[in-house]
């Protein structure tokens, strides 16, 4: 007999949420599949030690989940977006190496240019605009 059991978790930080899938496991949103690695180089962060302000991991995780659910961007985009939110959660992993720190710079210069040519009201344009200055500064870049 199988038996499916659901591990997916729900995760909100300020007004982004959504179910994350553990370790290994495939997030899919909107036709896009946030593949098990970029899953698991997130999941690996540790969490913000204070409850009252998001740390890498609960960042990444926002600004994936404002990706996957854009209506801004097509499908091929909002892949390269996820895997530059990789790039970003991998040098997280690694803080104290420098070409993955020079890599996690192009990946900010990819998702600033991803999201420069949505309109202004656009939800990803928003969320971009708040997150990324926030990660670049917990990433020392």
């Not at 909107?30 to 609960?58: F, H, M, R, W």
């Not at 996820?82 to 993955?100: F, R, T, W, Y």
Request: proline share 6%; net charge negative; hydrophobic share 35%.
């Amino acid at each position: 007999m199988n038996e499916n059991t659901d591990q997916s978790r729900s995760f909100t930080v300020g007004d982004v949420g959504g179910d994350f899938k553990p370790i290994g496991s495939a997030m899919m949103s909107d036709n896009v599949q946030i593949s098990g690695t970029v899953a698991e180089s997130i999941n690996q962060l540790p969490a913000s030690p204070d409850p009252t302000k998001p740390g890498i991991k609960e960042l990444l995780s926002q600004l994936i989940e404002a990706i996957s659910t854009s209506s801004d961007l097509n499908d091929e985009d909002k892949a390269e977006a996820l895997d530059q939110v990789k790039i970003l959660a991998e040098v997280g992993n690694n803080p104290n190496d420098e070409a993955m720190k020079k890599k996690a710079k192009t990946a900010i210069k990819i998702l600033k240019g991803t999201v420069s040519g949505l309109p202004n009201v656009a939800k990803l344009a928003d969320s971009c605009s708040k997150l990324l200055p926030l990660i670049t500064n917990l990433l020392g870049l």
